[in-house]
Protein backbone atom coordinates (compact mmCIF):
# COMPACT_ATOMS: atom_id res chain seq x y z
CA UNK A 1 0.00 0.00 0.00
CA UNK A 2 2.76 2.40 1.06
CA UNK A 3 4.61 1.38 -2.08
CA UNK A 4 1.96 2.76 -4.12
CA UNK A 5 2.00 6.02 -2.17
CA UNK A 6 5.72 6.28 -2.75
CA UNK A 7 6.47 5.55 -6.12
CA UNK A 8 3.46 7.42 -7.54
CA UNK A 9 4.34 10.82 -5.16
CA UNK A 10 5.24 13.93 -6.99
CA UNK A 11 7.96 15.50 -6.81
CA UNK A 12 8.15 17.59 -3.02
CA UNK A 13 7.68 21.59 -3.36
CA UNK A 14 11.00 23.08 -4.38
CA UNK A 15 11.68 21.02 -7.50
CA UNK A 16 12.26 22.14 -10.53
CA UNK A 17 8.53 22.98 -12.39
CA UNK A 18 10.67 20.54 -15.17
CA UNK A 19 11.66 17.92 -12.90
CA UNK A 20 12.13 14.73 -15.32
CA UNK A 21 10.09 11.91 -14.98
CA UNK A 22 13.20 10.43 -13.29
CA UNK A 23 12.80 12.76 -10.57
CA UNK A 24 9.21 11.93 -10.01
CA UNK A 25 9.78 8.57 -9.12
CA UNK A 26 12.07 9.65 -7.04
CA UNK A 27 10.58 12.02 -4.77
CA UNK A 28 13.33 12.67 -2.21
CA UNK A 29 16.09 13.26 -5.02
CA UNK A 30 16.92 17.06 -3.86
CA UNK A 31 15.33 18.14 -0.53
CA UNK A 32 15.21 16.54 2.69
CA UNK A 33 12.06 16.05 4.58
CA UNK A 34 12.02 17.87 8.33
CA UNK A 35 9.91 14.92 9.26
CA UNK A 36 9.86 11.29 8.15
CA UNK A 37 7.87 8.67 9.30
CA UNK A 38 8.36 4.77 7.74
CA UNK A 39 6.17 1.86 8.58
CA UNK A 40 4.01 3.48 11.39
CA UNK A 41 1.31 0.44 12.65
CA UNK A 42 -0.66 1.17 15.23
CA UNK A 43 -3.52 -1.45 16.64
CA UNK A 44 -6.26 -0.73 19.19
CA UNK A 45 -6.67 -4.67 19.89
CA UNK A 46 -8.09 -5.94 16.83
CA UNK A 47 -8.80 -2.88 15.11
CA UNK A 48 -5.94 -1.58 12.89
CA UNK A 49 -5.33 1.96 13.53
CA UNK A 50 -2.76 2.69 11.20
CA UNK A 51 -1.21 -0.60 8.91
CA UNK A 52 2.71 0.81 8.31
CA UNK A 53 2.21 3.77 6.55
CA UNK A 54 4.99 6.37 5.58
CA UNK A 55 5.05 10.02 5.55
CA UNK A 56 7.21 12.87 4.75
CA UNK A 57 6.99 16.64 5.60
CA UNK A 58 9.35 18.80 3.89
CA UNK A 59 10.53 22.40 3.99
CA UNK A 60 7.66 25.15 3.96
CA UNK A 61 4.68 22.83 2.10
CA UNK A 62 1.09 22.04 3.50
CA UNK A 63 0.57 18.72 3.24
CA UNK A 64 -3.01 17.51 3.30
CA UNK A 65 -4.23 14.45 5.14
CA UNK A 66 -7.57 13.29 3.61
CA UNK A 67 -9.48 10.14 4.11
CA UNK A 68 -12.83 8.86 5.53
CA UNK A 69 -13.80 8.38 8.67
CA UNK A 70 -11.80 5.73 10.66
CA UNK A 71 -9.14 5.61 7.66
CA UNK A 72 -6.22 6.55 10.00
CA UNK A 73 -5.85 10.01 10.07
CA UNK A 74 -6.26 11.63 13.32
CA UNK A 75 -3.92 8.06 14.55
CA UNK A 76 -1.32 8.90 12.24
CA UNK A 77 -0.66 12.54 13.46
CA UNK A 78 -1.02 11.31 16.98
CA UNK A 79 1.62 9.05 16.23
CA UNK A 80 3.77 11.78 14.38
CA UNK A 81 2.85 13.77 17.65
CA UNK A 82 3.71 11.59 20.82
CA UNK A 83 -0.18 11.70 21.73
CA UNK A 84 -0.30 7.83 20.28
CA UNK A 85 2.54 5.52 20.88
CA UNK A 86 2.92 3.92 17.30
CA UNK A 87 3.96 -0.26 18.08
CA UNK A 88 6.25 -0.23 14.92
CA UNK A 89 7.88 2.30 12.91
CA UNK A 90 10.90 4.62 12.44
CA UNK A 91 10.02 8.84 12.61
CA UNK A 92 12.64 11.13 12.06
CA UNK A 93 12.88 14.86 12.88
CA UNK A 94 15.49 16.85 10.90
CA UNK A 95 16.96 13.45 9.98
CA UNK A 96 17.44 12.24 13.68
CA UNK A 97 15.64 9.57 15.26
CA UNK A 98 12.61 10.28 17.65
CA UNK A 99 10.42 8.81 19.55
CA UNK A 100 7.84 10.63 21.35
CA UNK A 101 6.51 9.34 24.66
CA UNK A 102 4.09 12.36 25.01
CA UNK A 103 2.58 15.38 23.42
CA UNK A 104 5.17 17.52 25.43
CA UNK A 105 8.03 15.48 24.25
CA UNK A 106 7.20 16.78 20.37
CA UNK A 107 6.71 20.00 21.59
CA UNK A 108 9.81 20.39 22.94
CA UNK A 109 11.15 19.48 19.87
CA UNK A 110 9.42 22.22 17.87
CA UNK A 111 6.28 20.10 16.74
CA UNK A 112 3.22 22.02 18.23
CA UNK A 113 -0.33 20.28 17.27
CA UNK A 114 -3.63 20.98 17.27
CA UNK A 115 -5.61 17.82 17.95
CA UNK A 116 -9.38 17.78 16.68
CA UNK A 117 -10.74 17.33 19.89
CA UNK A 118 -10.16 21.02 20.32
CA UNK A 119 -8.06 21.84 23.48
CA UNK A 120 -8.46 25.31 25.24
CA UNK A 121 -9.19 25.98 28.36
CA UNK A 122 -12.54 28.01 28.22
CA UNK A 123 -12.77 29.85 31.24
CA UNK A 124 -8.97 31.26 30.92
CA UNK A 125 -8.05 34.48 29.00
CA UNK A 126 -6.48 33.97 25.50
CA UNK A 127 -2.98 35.11 26.45
CA UNK A 128 -3.06 32.26 29.31
CA UNK A 129 -4.74 29.86 26.52
CA UNK A 130 -1.52 30.25 23.96
CA UNK A 131 0.78 29.90 26.79
CA UNK A 132 -1.10 26.92 28.47
CA UNK A 133 1.84 24.08 29.74
CA UNK A 134 4.35 26.34 28.82
CA UNK A 135 3.69 29.80 30.74
CA UNK A 136 6.65 32.32 31.22
CA UNK A 137 7.92 33.03 34.67
CA UNK A 138 8.92 36.11 35.37
CA UNK A 139 12.91 37.08 35.75
CA UNK A 140 14.97 36.83 38.99
CA UNK A 141 13.62 35.35 42.04
CA UNK A 142 10.45 36.72 41.45
CA UNK A 143 9.74 33.94 38.91
CA UNK A 144 12.58 31.57 39.66
CA UNK A 145 11.59 31.01 43.77
CA UNK A 146 7.70 32.73 44.19
CA UNK A 147 7.00 30.87 40.86
CA UNK A 148 5.04 34.16 39.07
CA UNK A 149 3.84 34.47 35.96
CA UNK A 150 4.90 37.25 33.27
CA UNK A 151 1.16 37.86 32.46
CA UNK A 152 2.14 41.65 30.59
CA UNK A 153 4.91 39.62 28.61
CA UNK A 154 2.68 36.64 27.61
CA UNK A 155 -0.37 39.31 26.68
CA UNK A 156 2.27 41.43 24.61
CA UNK A 157 3.48 38.42 22.70
CA UNK A 158 0.13 36.70 22.48
CA UNK A 159 -1.18 40.04 20.87
CA UNK A 160 2.05 40.33 18.54
CA UNK A 161 1.46 36.31 17.89
CA UNK A 162 -2.40 36.84 16.79
CA UNK A 163 -1.95 39.87 15.05
CA UNK A 164 1.03 38.15 13.15
CA UNK A 165 -1.42 35.86 11.75
CA UNK A 166 -4.35 38.43 10.82
CA UNK A 167 -6.76 37.57 13.26
CA UNK A 168 -7.47 41.07 14.03
CA UNK A 169 -10.37 41.11 14.94
CA UNK A 170 -9.19 40.07 19.02
CA UNK A 171 -7.81 42.67 20.74
CA UNK A 172 -7.88 42.18 24.10
CA UNK A 173 -6.04 39.20 25.38
CA UNK A 174 -7.64 39.24 28.58
CA UNK A 175 -10.83 38.43 27.21
CA UNK A 176 -11.78 34.91 28.14
CA UNK A 177 -11.83 32.41 25.77
CA UNK A 178 -15.57 31.31 26.64
CA UNK A 179 -16.99 34.50 25.29
CA UNK A 180 -15.16 33.62 21.95
CA UNK A 181 -16.90 32.36 18.64
CA UNK A 182 -15.87 28.87 17.66
CA UNK A 183 -13.66 30.47 15.17
CA UNK A 184 -12.14 32.84 17.22
CA UNK A 185 -11.16 29.71 19.81
CA UNK A 186 -10.06 27.91 16.93
CA UNK A 187 -7.52 30.74 15.89
CA UNK A 188 -6.60 30.88 19.28
CA UNK A 189 -5.66 27.49 19.23
CA UNK A 190 -3.93 27.71 16.10
CA UNK A 191 -2.17 30.92 17.10
CA UNK A 192 -0.79 29.22 19.61
CA UNK A 193 0.24 25.94 17.75
CA UNK A 194 2.11 29.17 15.45
CA UNK A 195 3.49 31.00 18.16
CA UNK A 196 5.26 27.66 19.59
CA UNK A 197 6.19 25.82 16.77
CA UNK A 198 9.46 26.50 15.67
CA UNK A 199 9.81 23.16 13.28
CA UNK A 200 6.01 21.73 12.39
CA UNK A 201 2.20 22.66 12.83
CA UNK A 202 0.16 19.81 12.75
CA UNK A 203 -3.89 20.81 13.21
CA UNK A 204 -6.68 17.86 12.51
CA UNK A 205 -9.38 19.43 11.32
CA UNK A 206 -9.02 22.83 12.46
CA UNK A 207 -12.10 24.05 10.01
CA UNK A 208 -14.38 21.30 10.98
CA UNK A 209 -16.78 23.18 12.84
CA UNK A 210 -16.48 26.64 11.44
CA UNK A 211 -18.60 28.98 9.61
CA UNK A 212 -17.38 30.18 6.00
CA UNK A 213 -15.47 33.58 7.24
CA UNK A 214 -14.30 31.49 10.42
CA UNK A 215 -12.60 28.87 7.83
CA UNK A 216 -11.00 31.09 5.91
CA UNK A 217 -9.09 33.40 8.69
CA UNK A 218 -8.13 29.99 9.69
CA UNK A 219 -6.77 29.00 6.26
CA UNK A 220 -5.21 32.33 5.65
CA UNK A 221 -3.64 31.56 8.71
CA UNK A 222 -2.06 28.33 7.28
CA UNK A 223 -1.00 30.19 4.42
CA UNK A 224 0.84 32.81 6.89
CA UNK A 225 2.48 29.85 8.22
CA UNK A 226 3.84 28.80 5.23
CA UNK A 227 4.82 32.50 4.31
CA UNK A 228 6.93 32.34 7.64
CA UNK A 229 8.58 28.91 6.25
CA UNK A 230 7.26 26.55 8.48
CA UNK A 231 5.58 23.36 7.28
CA UNK A 232 2.13 22.31 8.06
CA UNK A 233 0.34 18.62 8.17
CA UNK A 234 -3.29 20.07 8.12
CA UNK A 235 -5.44 16.84 8.13
CA UNK A 236 -9.40 17.52 6.78
CA UNK A 237 -11.96 16.09 4.60
CA UNK A 238 -12.71 19.21 3.29
CA UNK A 239 -11.61 19.36 0.02
CA UNK A 240 -12.33 22.45 -1.22
CA UNK A 241 -10.12 23.68 1.56
CA UNK A 242 -7.66 20.96 0.94
CA UNK A 243 -7.25 21.78 -2.56
CA UNK A 244 -7.10 25.67 -1.69
CA UNK A 245 -3.59 25.27 0.48
CA UNK A 246 -2.35 22.29 0.04
CA UNK A 247 1.49 21.43 -1.91
CA UNK A 248 0.39 17.68 -1.54
CA UNK A 249 -2.44 15.64 -0.76
CA UNK A 250 -1.41 12.08 1.33
CA UNK A 251 -4.88 9.80 0.87
CA UNK A 252 -5.53 8.03 3.91
CA UNK A 253 -7.32 4.82 3.72
CA UNK A 254 -8.68 2.22 5.78
CA UNK A 255 -5.65 2.15 7.73
CA UNK A 256 -2.82 2.82 4.42
CA UNK A 257 -1.97 5.39 2.20
CA UNK A 258 -3.65 4.99 -0.89
CA UNK A 259 -1.72 7.62 -2.92
CA UNK A 260 0.14 11.20 -2.85
CA UNK A 261 -1.42 13.50 -5.53
CA UNK A 262 -1.13 17.22 -5.90
CA UNK A 263 -3.62 20.02 -6.36
CA UNK A 264 -2.15 20.09 -10.00
CA UNK A 265 -2.05 16.14 -10.91
CA UNK A 266 -5.58 15.45 -9.73
CA UNK A 267 -9.15 16.91 -9.22
CA UNK A 268 -11.30 16.62 -6.32
CA UNK A 269 -13.46 13.86 -7.88
CA UNK A 270 -10.42 11.87 -8.64
CA UNK A 271 -9.26 12.41 -4.77
CA UNK A 272 -12.42 11.15 -3.72
CA UNK A 273 -12.60 8.17 -5.85
CA UNK A 274 -9.35 7.07 -4.49
CA UNK A 275 -10.44 8.30 -0.91
CA UNK A 276 -13.14 5.95 -1.31
CA UNK A 277 -12.04 3.25 -2.83
CA UNK A 278 -13.84 3.74 -5.73
CA UNK A 279 -10.47 4.17 -7.72
CA UNK A 280 -6.99 3.50 -7.67
CA UNK A 281 -4.12 5.53 -7.98
CA UNK A 282 -2.80 3.58 -10.84
CA UNK A 283 -6.22 3.88 -12.25
CA UNK A 284 -6.16 7.56 -11.80
CA UNK A 285 -2.15 8.34 -12.38
CA UNK A 286 -3.40 12.05 -13.00
CA UNK A 287 -2.02 14.94 -14.77
CA UNK A 288 1.94 14.74 -15.10
CA UNK A 289 3.03 15.31 -11.47
CA UNK A 290 3.21 18.62 -10.21
N1 LIG B 1 -8.14 5.07 21.15
C1 LIG B 1 -8.72 4.22 20.29
N2 LIG B 1 -9.24 3.05 20.70
C2 LIG B 1 -9.79 2.18 19.82
N3 LIG B 1 -9.86 2.40 18.50
C3 LIG B 1 -9.37 3.55 18.04
C4 LIG B 1 -8.77 4.53 18.89
N4 LIG B 1 -8.35 5.55 18.14
C5 LIG B 1 -8.68 5.27 16.87
N5 LIG B 1 -9.29 4.06 16.81
C6 LIG B 1 -9.76 3.39 15.59
O1 LIG B 1 -8.74 3.47 14.62
C7 LIG B 1 -9.28 3.75 13.34
C8 LIG B 1 -8.71 5.06 12.82
O2 LIG B 1 -9.24 6.14 13.60
P1 LIG B 1 -8.85 7.65 13.38
O3 LIG B 1 -7.38 7.75 13.24
O4 LIG B 1 -9.48 8.43 14.45
O5 LIG B 1 -9.54 7.96 11.98
P2 LIG B 1 -9.83 9.35 11.27
O6 LIG B 1 -9.18 10.45 12.05
O7 LIG B 1 -9.29 9.18 9.89
O8 LIG B 1 -11.33 9.48 11.25
C9 LIG B 1 -10.79 3.75 13.52
O9 LIG B 1 -11.27 2.47 13.24
C10 LIG B 1 -10.95 4.08 14.98
O10 LIG B 1 -12.17 3.57 15.47
MG1 LIG C 1 -9.91 12.16 13.00
Not at 39 to 64: H, Q, S
Not at 125 to 154: C, F, H, T, W
Not at 160 to 183: K, P
Amino acid sequence: MNTTGATAAPAPPGESETASATSTTKPNASKTPILSARGLVKTFGRVVGLDGVDVDLYPGEILAVIGDNGAGKSTLIKCLTGADIPDAGTIELEGKPVSFRRPQDAREAGIETVYQTLAVAPALDIASNLYLGQERRRSGPLGSVLRMLDKKGMRDDALAAIQNLGIGTIQDMGEAVERLSGGQRQAVAVARAAAFGSKVVVLDEPTAALGVRESTAVLDMIKALRERGLPVILISHNMPHVFEVADRIHIQRLGGCAGIITPQSHGMPEAVAIMTGATTLEESPGATAA
